[in-house]
Each structure stands twice: as C-alpha cells, then as structure tokens.
C-alpha cells in the first residue's frame, strides 16, 4: 500500500511539471501573438502568427509527449528545448527597442537547439565533433547578432521602420556587413557539414535503422534546404528572402511531428526485438 502511494504521488508530481511545462509554452505562444499583432512592421501578421506560433507549440508539444513516453532519451528534451527558445525570435517584433534587440541576438539560439537535435538523433546524445559543430554555429549566428547590434544603430538591412539597436555603441554599418559575411560563411559551412554527417549515417545505418530515420531525414533536409536558401537569399533580395522563409516555417513545423513518431517507432522497435528474443529463447531446447 506504501508503495502504491508513493507511486501515485510520483506520477501526480511528474503530471504536474508536464502541465506547468506545458502552460508555460502556451504563455509564450500568447506573448508571441500579442508582439505580432501589436507590431507595426508586419505587413501579414495573421500568416506570421499562425506559421511561426504553430511551428514553436508543435516543437514542445511533442517534445513533451516523447519525454513522457521517453524519459531517458533526450530527444523530448532537445525537441522542446527547441519550442522554448524558438518564441524568443517573437521578441523581434517588439516596437520596444530593448526588446527588440534582445530578440535580434538571441532569436537564433532556437536553431542551434535544432541543430543539436538533428545530430543527436535517434541516440540523444552529441559526440565530440557534433559539439563542436553546434558550438561555432551558435558562436557565429549569436556573436553576429550581438556585434552588429553593437556597432551598428539599424543592424537589419532593408528594414527601415525597425526599432535602433539598444546596445550599439557606434555606428558602423561597415563592420556589421563583415561580420555578417564572414558569419553567413560559417553557418552555411556548418549546414553543408550537418547534411554530410546525415549521408554518412544514412550510408551506415542498417535497413531497420534506415525505417527510422528517413521520415526525420527527410523533413530535417527540407527544412534544413530552405534554411540554407533562406540564409543566402537574405544578402541578396529581401522578397525572395520573405517568401523562402514562409516555406521554411511551414517545413519547420511539420518537423517535430516526425522526430516524435521515430521516437516512439524505435520503442516499438525494441520491443519487438525483445519480444522475439524471448521466443526464440523459449523454443530453443
């Protein structure tokens, strides 16, 4: 009887943090739709809100669900990690300068948590070189960010009717545009590597493995392409810019929703396996 209790308790306090956690998103979700209509820069708040807001509630949602269900793999933890940090990029349709500024160079920390989870995937955990990996893309796409909101007062190019930078010090536009090439160089450099890394495994992977991890593959190439074509487009036409990037959104919300079915295939998976293992040992005299 003990034993029952403290198990109803552990699963009421277990049930509890996944609703907190959960609550917690959807007041992000609010705070994010709330930037977007308020924002007087969007010229579509209604296609914004529905795209971006849907791709960060998916992201935890079913990060939530795959660490219910999964609580030793941290693939749930990298998935709403992912959502949680994604909302932060909301904070770029302030009209408050602070807090726009703080969207500006924290607003790409949700995709080195989608990096992380693409290479950690299906394991959850990141070796060495993965690391690595993740660690110069985040210090190229967030030190970017934080130097061209630094040194220059307008950090975002064809934009005139965004707030000026909280935190610049002086004016050099300059200097912005070279950090920012030299950085575009870096992270499409990582890009191109992450899409090596995943060959690679594809090429490794045995026919079972590969059941698994086409599904996520698939939709991380797609949206990783639109990402790549989104970072080159940038320098070039801003239009072309805004409507890759309503592709990429489209192809970034559809994505958690694959990682969380790999997940649950592979403990089926297991299982099987285990399940035939036991027979076979059962029929073997």
């Given amino acids: 009887r003990a034993l029952r209790r403290r198990s109803r308790s552990t699963v009421a306090v ?7 956690a959960g609550a917690a998103a959807l007041v992000e979700g609010a705070v994010a739709l709330a930037l977007i209509f308020a924002n007087d820069r969007n010229d579509n708040p209604w296609l914004t809100a529905a795209v971006a807001v ?4 998916s992201f ?7 660490l219910w269900r999964r609580p030793e793999n941290t693939t749930g933890f ?7 940090l994604w909302f932060l990029g909301a904070l770029g349709e302030s009209n408050s300068p602070w807090v726009w500024t703080v969207g500006f160079v924290a607003g790409n920390l949700a995709f080195l948590a989608f990096a992380a989870l693409i290479l950690a995937y299906p394991g959850g955990t990141l070796g060495r070189r993965d690391r690595w990996l993740v660690a110069i893309a985040g210090l190229a796409a967030i030190g970017a960010n934080a130097v061209g909101a630094l040194v220059d007062e307008t950090p975002v190019t064809g934009c005139p009717r965004c707030p000026r930078s909280a935190i610049a010090v002086t004016d050099r ?11 575009t160089v870096v992270i499409v450099g990582m890009l191109l590597a992450v899409f090596a890394i995943l060959a690679d495994r594809w090429r490794r992977a045995s026919v079972a493995q590969r059941r698994t991890l086409r599904p996520v593959f698939v939709s991380c190439g797609i949206a990783l392409a639109l990402l790549l074509a989104a970072v080159l487009t940038d320098r070039i036409d801003s239009r072309a810019y805004s409507a890759v990037w309503v592709l990429f959104l489209l192809a970034f919300a559809a994505v958690p929703l694959t990682f969380l079915a790999g997940v649950l295939r592979s403990r089926l998976d297991r299982a099987a396996e285990h399940a035939v293992d036991q027979l076979v040992d059962q029929v073997q005299p």
């Fill in 14 to 20: 277990r049930s509890l943090r996944f609703a907190l």
């Fill in 54 to 57: 849907t791709a960060g509630l």
């Fill in 60 to 66: 935890v949602a079913a990060g939530l669900v795959a």
């Fill in 78 to 84: 990298l998935l709403s990690a992912t959502g949680y």
């Fill in 173 to 183: 536009p300059g200097v912005k545009d070279a950090v920012v090439l030299v950085a």
